[in-house]
C-alpha cells in the first residue's frame, strides 16, 4: 500500500457573494498517492481553481476533510498553512512568479529562509545550487529573472519549488505563458521529476499538457466528473539529463 | 533563538534590498526625515551655543554684579515706572559709605549722540559713569588711561572711547589725547577700552563712549536724577546681604515705610541669567515643536510611499505568502524597510544638522555646541518615527490574501 499524499472526502467551499451563495466545490472526494503524476482538468469556472487553493493550503474549505502527507490541513490557520505551504508543498505558477531584480539562486532560496530550518547561508546557497542543477540551469544560477527566457524562469520556478523536498509539487498551468516546444521540455522536467519519486499535480485546462501525466481527473460543476488512467502517454524529456535522484541531504526535519 | 536570529537577519537583508534597488524614490521618501532632524540637531546647536554666548555674557558682568533701576517693580494696582527717576548721585554715594557688604557703585546715566572727529563721525551710544565702572565690569583701557576721581567730581570734558568707535573715528589707531565733539562739545579721548566683542543680543559692546556721568548730566543731557545704578558686592555669597543693605539704605533716604512700593528695584546677576535662560528656554522650545513637525511630516511621507510600496509588490508579496512566509514575516520585512529609511535618514539628518551647524559657525561667527545627548535623542525620534509610521502599512501587507495577491495584476 503506497503512502497517501492527497486525502481528501467531502471537500466543499462555498463563497458567499452577498445574498448569494455560490457553490464551487460540492463534495469532492480525491486520493493520491505517493510518486502519482495527477493532472486536474476542467474548464473556466468548474471549481479547478477553488480545487487547487484548497489543495495549495492557500484558502480552507467550508466542510470535509483534507489530509495532505498525512496531516488533517482543513482546519489550520493562516500562518499554520503558511508552515505547511513551505513544509510540504512545492508551487509552480503560470507565470513564474520569481522576484524580479533577484538572482535565480536567491530566487530558489527563499522558501529555505522562511523555514524553520535553521540552515547556515552556505547550506542554503548549496542547497539552491543543487536544485538549479536538477532543473539543468547550472551556471545560471547568478542571472537574474529578467535575464532568463521564459522556459529558463519556469525551470528557476520548479527548483524554488523542489529545494525544501515537499511531499508534492503543485504546478497551476505551468506551460501557460510558455511556447509549445518549451512547454514539452518543462514538462519534460516534471516527467523526470516524478519519475524520481516526486508526486506531482498538474492543474491545466489543455488537453495536451494533461497527457504528460499519469493519471487525469476531470472537475465540472463542483464535481469531479471523470478520474482515469491517460493511455496514450506523451513523454518528452528533450534536452533533459535522465531522472536525478533527489538530493542527499535531508531537506525535512 | 539562533534560528530565529537568523532569519530576522535574513529578512532585514530583504528589505534593505528593496531601499537599493529604489534609491531615487528611498533619498525622497528619507528626505522629510533628513530635513527634521537636520533641523533638531542645527537648532539645538545653535540654541545651546547662544545660551552659552548668554550665560558667557552674563557671568562676565561677574557673580558679584547688582542693578538697581529707578521705579517700581511690576506689583498690585497699576503702579509702572514713568521715567521720573528719583535716584540721585548721593544716593550712590550713601550706599558706597553705608554698605559694608557693598564694594563699588556707579552711578549711570545714558545718552545717544553723533560723535565728530575732524571729517569723521559717529552715531552711538553714551554712558556717563563714575571711576567704580571698570572695577565692576572688570574692562580695562588698552591704551591711555580711564578717567579720574577727580575728572568726575568736577565734570571734565574727557572720555574713554571703546574699540568700535575709536577705530571708525580714528583708523590711523591714534585716538588717545585727540578731541572730539560730542554735542558740539568737545571732550579730550583720555583712553580707549579693550576690545569686548558682541554678547547674544546682537549688541556689540564696543560701540560705545564712557564719560564721567557728572559731564554727561551737564553737558549732554541735561538730567538731574541717575538712570540706573551699577554695584559691585564685596564677594558673590554677599549679593544678597548687600541687597539687603541697600534696600534698606534707600528705603531711608526716600522715606519709604519698610512695607511700602520702594521707587526702585534691584536685580542681581543670577536673577537676569534665570530670565535670560527662560527665555532662550521659550525660544528652543518653539524650534523644537517647528522640528518635531517636520519630523511628523517626514513620517508621513515614509507612511505614504510604504503605502505605494505594499500595493506595487502585492504580487510579490503573495509569492512570498506562497512559499512560506508567515504574516510576521511579511510585517517584519516592511516595518524593517520603513525603520531603515527612516534610521539612514536620521544619520543624514544628523550629518546634515551638524554640516549646516558648521555652516552657521563659519559665515555667521555664531556659537554652536553639538551636543551627544541631541544627537542620539533625534536618532532615536527617526527610529520611532520609522515604527510609528511604517507598521501601518506593514500590517497591511500582512494582512493580504495570499490568493488575492497572486492574482493581482
Given at each position: 500500500?503506497?503512502?497517501?499524499?492527497?486525502?481528501?472526502?467531502?471537500?466543499?467551499?462555498?463563497?458567499?457573494?452577498?445574498?448569494?451563495e455560490?457553490?464551487?466545490?460540492?463534495?469532492?472526494?480525491?486520493?493520491?498517492?505517493?510518486?502519482?503524476?495527477?493532472?486536474?482538468?476542467?474548464?473556466?469556472?468548474?471549481g479547478?481553481?477553488?480545487?487547487?487553493?484548497?489543495l495549495?493550503?492557500?484558502?480552507?474549505?467550508?466542510?470535509?476533510?483534507?489530509?495532505?502527507?498525512?496531516?488533517?490541513?482543513?482546519?489550520?490557520?493562516?500562518?499554520?498553512?503558511?508552515?505547511?505551504?513551505?513544509?510540504?508543498?512545492?508551487?509552480?505558477?503560470?507565470?513564474?512568479?520569481?522576484?524580479?531584480?533577484?538572482?535565480?539562486a536567491?530566487?530558489?532560496?527563499?522558501?529555505?529562509?522562511?523555514g524553520?530550518?535553521?540552515?547556515?547561508r552556505?547550506?542554503?546557497?548549496?542547497?539552491?545550487?543543487?536544485?538549479?542543477?536538477?532543473?539543468?540551469?547550472?551556471?545560471?544560477?547568478?542571472?537574474?529573472?529578467?535575464?532568463?527566457?521564459?522556459?529558463?524562469?519556469?525551470?528557476v520556478?520548479?527548483?524554488?519549488?523542489?529545494?525544501?523536498?515537499?511531499?508534492?509539487?503543485?504546478?497551476?498551468?505551468?506551460?501557460g505563458?510558455?511556447?509549445?516546444?518549451?512547454?514539452?521540455?518543462i514538462?519534460?522536467?516534471?516527467?523526470?521529476?516524478?519519475?524520481?519519486?516526486?508526486?506531482?499535480?498538474?492543474?491545466?485546462?489543455?488537453?495536451d499538457?494533461?497527457?504528460?501525466?499519469?493519471?487525469?481527473?476531470?472537475?465540472r460543476?463542483?464535481?469531479?466528473?471523470?478520474?482515469?488512467?491517460?493511455?496514450?502517454?506523451?513523454?518528452?524529456?528533450?534536452?533533459?539529463?535522465?531522472?536525478?535522484?533527489?538530493?542527499?541531504?535531508?531537506?525535512?526535519? | 533563538?539562533?534560528?530565529s536570529?537568523?532569519?530576522?537577519?535574513?529578512?532585514?537583508?530583504?528589505?534593505?534590498?528593496?531601499?537599493?534597488?529604489?534609491?531615487?524614490?528611498?533619498?525622497?521618501?528619507?528626505?522629510?526625515?533628513?530635513?527634521?532632524?537636520?533641523?533638531?540637531?542645527?537648532?539645538?546647536?545653535?540654541?545651546?551655543?547662544?545660551?552659552?554666548?548668554?550665560?558667557?555674557?552674563?557671568?562676565?558682568?561677574?557673580?558679584?554684579?547688582?542693578?538697581?533701576?529707578?521705579?517700581?517693580?511690576t506689583?498690585?494696582?497699576?503702579?509702572?515706572?514713568?521715567?521720573?527717576?528719583?535716584?540721585?548721585?548721593?544716593?550712590?554715594?550713601?550706599?558706597?559709605?553705608?554698605?559694608?557688604?557693598?564694594?563699588?557703585?556707579?552711578?549711570?546715566?545714558?545718552?545717544?549722540?553723533?560723535?565728530?572727529?575732524?571729517?569723521?563721525?559717529?552715531?552711538?551710544?553714551i554712558?556717563?559713569?563714575?571711576?567704580?565702572?571698570?572695577?565692576?565690569?572688570?574692562?580695562?583701557?588698552?591704551?591711555?588711561?580711564?578717567f579720574?576721581?577727580?575728572?568726575?567730581?568736577?565734570?571734565?570734558?574727557?572720555?574713554?572711547?571703546?574699540?568700535?568707535?575709536?577705530?571708525?573715528?580714528?583708523?590711523?589707531?591714534?585716538?588717545?589725547?585727540?578731541?572730539?565733539?560730542?554735542?558740539?562739545?568737545p571732550?579730550?579721548?583720555?583712553?580707549?577700552?579693550?576690545?569686548?566683542?558682541?554678547?547674544?543680543?546682537?549688541?556689540?559692546?564696543?560701540?560705545?563712549?564712557?564719560?564721567?556721568?557728572?559731564?554727561?548730566?551737564?553737558?549732554?543731557?541735561?538730567?538731574?536724577?541717575?538712570?540706573?545704578?551699577?554695584?559691585s558686592?564685596?564677594?558673590?555669597?554677599?549679593?544678597?546681604?548687600?541687597?539687603?543693605?541697600?534696600?534698606?539704605?534707600?528705603?531711608?533716604?526716600?522715606?519709604?515705610?519698610?512695607?511700602?512700593?520702594?521707587?526702585?528695584?534691584m536685580?542681581?546677576?543670577?536673577?537676569?541669567?534665570?530670565?535670560q535662560?527662560?527665555?532662550?528656554?521659550?525660544?528652543?522650545?518653539?524650534?523644537?515643536?517647528?522640528?518635531?513637525?517636520?519630523l511628523?511630516?517626514?513620517?508621513?511621507?515614509?507612511?505614504?510611499?510604504?503605502?505605494?510600496?505594499?500595493?506595487?509588490?502585492?504580487?510579490?508579496?503573495?509569492?512570498?505568502?506562497?512559499?512560506?512566509?508567515?504574516?510576521?514575516?511579511?510585517?517584519?520585512?516592511?516595518?524593517?524597510?520603513?525603520?531603515?529609511?527612516?534610521?539612514?535618514?536620521?544619520?543624514?539628518?544628523?550629518?546634515?544638522?551638524?554640516?549646516?551647524?558648521?555652516?552657521?559657525?563659519?559665515?555667521?561667527?555664531?556659537?554652536?555646541?553639538?551636543?551627544?545627548?541631541?544627537?542620539?535623542?533625534?536618532?532615536?525620534?527617526?527610529?520611532?518615527?520609522?515604527?510609528?509610521?511604517?507598521?501601518?502599512?506593514?500590517?497591511?501587507?500582512?494582512?493580504?490574501?495570499?490568493?488575492?495577491a497572486?492574482?493581482?495584476?
Amino acid at each position: 500500500m503506497p503512502k497517501k499524499v492527497i486525502e481528501i472526502h467531502g471537500l466543499t467551499k462555498i463563497y458567499t457573494m452577498g445574498e448569494v451563495e455560490v457553490r464551487a466545490l460540492a463534495g469532492v472526494d480525491l486520493l493520491v498517492d505517493e510518486g502519482e503524476f495527477l493532472a486536474v482538468m476542467g474548464p473556466s469556472g468548474s471549481g479547478k481553481s477553488t480545487l487547487m487553493n484548497i489543495l495549495g493550503c492557500l484558502d480552507r474549505p467550508t466542510a470535509g476533510t483534507y489530509l495532505l502527507d498525512g496531516v488533517d490541513v482543513s482546519k489550520l490557520n493562516r500562518d499554520e498553512r503558511a508552515v505547511i505551504r513551505n513544509a510540504k508543498i512545492g508551487f509552480v505558477f503560470q507565470s513564474f512568479n520569481l522576484l524580479s531584480r533577484t538572482s535565480a539562486a536567491e530566487n530558489v532560496e527563499l522558501p529555505l529562509i522562511y523555514g524553520d530550518l535553521g540552515w547556515s547561508r552556505q547550506k542554503r546557497r548549496k542547497a539552491a545550487m543543487e536544485a538549479l542543477r536538477r532543473v539543468g540551469l547550472q551556471g545560471r544560477e547568478h542571472s537574474h529573472s529578467s535575464q532568463l527566457s521564459g522556459g529558463q524562469q519556469q525551470r528557476v520556478a520548479i527548483a524554488r519549488a523542489l529545494v525544501t523536498e515537499p511531499a508534492m509539487l503543485l504546478a497551476d498551468e505551468p506551460t501557460g505563458n510558455l511556447d509549445s516546444r518549451t512547454s514539452e521540455e518543462i514538462m519534460g522536467i516534471f516527467q523526470s521529476l516524478n519519475e524520481g519519486g516526486k508526486t506531482v499535480v498538474l492543474i491545466t485546462h489543455e488537453p495536451d499538457i494533461a497527457q504528460h501525466a499519469r493519471r487525469v481527473v476531470t472537475v465540472r460543476d463542483g464535481l469531479i466528473q471523470h478520474d482515469e488512467k491517460v493511455q496514450q502517454r506523451r513523454v518528452d524529456t528533450r534536452g533533459i539529463a535522465p531522472p536525478v535522484p533527489p538530493v542527499a541531504a535531508e531537506a525535512t526535519p | 533563538m539562533k534560528s530565529s536570529l537568523l532569519r530576522i537577519s535574513n529578512i532585514t537583508f530583504v528589505g534593505l534590498r528593496a531601499i537599493a534597488r529604489n534609491k531615487m524614490r528611498s533619498f525622497l521618501t528619507a528626505l522629510g526625515i533628513i530635513i527634521g532632524v537636520g533641523c533638531v540637531i542645527a537648532v539645538v546647536a545653535i540654541g545651546n551655543g547662544a545660551t552659552k554666548s548668554v550665560e558667557a555674557t552674563i557671568n562676565s558682568l561677574g557673580t558679584n554684579y547688582i542693578m538697581l533701576f529707578p521705579g517700581a517693580a511690576t506689583s498690585s494696582g497699576a503702579r509702572m515706572f514713568t521715567g521720573n527717576s528719583t535716584l540721585t548721585a548721593d544716593d550712590a554715594d550713601a550706599i558706597k559709605a553705608e554698605c559694608p557688604a557693598v564694594a563699588y557703585v556707579a552711578p549711570t546715566v545714558r545718552a545717544t549722540a553723533q560723535i565728530v572727529a575732524g571729517e569723521l563721525n559717529w552715531g552711538t551710544s553714551i554712558q556717563g559713569v563714575s571711576v567704580d565702572y571698570p572695577l565692576i565690569r572688570s574692562w580695562n583701557v588698552s591704551d591711555g588711561t580711564f578717567f579720574t576721581d577727580q575728572d568726575v567730581k568736577s565734570a571734565s570734558k574727557v572720555c574713554v572711547l571703546g574699540t568700535t568707535v575709536a577705530d571708525n573715528l580714528f583708523p590711523d589707531g591714534q585716538a588717545v589725547g585727540q578731541i572730539v565733539r560730542i554735542k558740539n562739545v568737545p571732550f579730550k579721548v583720555d583712553g580707549v577700552l579693550e576690545k569686548k566683542g558682541g554678547n547674544m543680543m546682537g549688541q556689540d559692546q564696543d560701540d560705545t563712549v564712557i564719560a564721567p556721568y557728572t559731564t554727561v548730566m551737564k553737558r549732554l543731557s541735561g538730567k538731574t536724577k541717575i538712570d540706573m545704578l551699577q554695584i559691585s558686592a564685596v564677594s558673590a555669597d554677599q549679593v544678597q546681604e548687600a541687597m539687603n543693605e541697600i534696600d534698606g539704605v534707600l528705603r531711608q533716604r526716600h522715606r519709604i515705610p519698610p512695607k511700602g512700593d520702594p521707587d526702585f528695584q534691584m536685580r542681581s546677576q543670577e536673577e537676569i541669567a534665570q530670565a535670560q535662560t527662560q527665555q532662550t528656554g521659550i525660544l528652543r522650545m518653539l524650534l523644537l515643536c517647528i522640528a518635531g513637525i517636520s519630523l511628523l511630516v517626514g513620517g508621513i511621507g515614509i507612511m505614504n510611499i510604504m503605502l505605494v510600496s505594499v500595493t506595487e509588490r502585492t504580487r510579490e508579496i503573495g509569492i512570498r505568502m506562497a512559499i512560506g512566509a508567515k504574516g510576521r514575516h511579511v510585517l517584519l520585512q516592511f516595518l524593517f524597510e520603513a525603520v531603515t529609511l527612516a534610521i539612514v535618514g536620521g544619520a543624514l539628518g544628523i550629518a546634515a544638522g551638524i554640516g549646516a551647524s558648521l555652516a552657521v559657525k563659519y559665515f555667521l561667527q555664531w556659537p554652536i555646541v553639538v551636543t551627544p545627548t541631541s544627537v542620539a535623542l533625534s536618532f532615536g525620534v527617526a527610529a520611532f518615527v520609522g515604527i510609528f509610521f511604517g507598521y501601518y502599512p506593514a500590517r497591511k501587507a500582512a494582512k493580504l490574501d495570499p490568493i488575492d495577491a497572486l492574482r493581482y495584476e
